[in-house]
């Protein structure tokens, strides 16, 4: 069975980790909105499937 994501990490394109999000509090049209802000800017989606990891959140290096 698949595993359902608890939460993504989105990763731009300069390799740094630019947002976190937190399924269990996030609300689900909140999620998705968010989502597709990640996927618009190009980033990287990470799923994550527990909660064993932490994401330092730092800013955008790009250009
Ligand atoms: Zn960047």
């Not at 269990?24 to 998705?32: C, E, L």
């Amino acid at each position: 069975m698949k595993k359902k994501p608890v939460g993504y990490i989105a990763i731009c394109q300069c390799g740094r980790v630019v947002g976190a999000m937190d399924l269990k509090n996030t609300d689900r049209i909140d999620a998705g909105k968010i989502l597709g802000q990640w996927v618009s800017e190009g980033c990287t989606l990470e799923p994550k499937f527990d909660y064993s990891w932490t994401a330092t959140v730092s800013a955008c290096g790009c250009d």
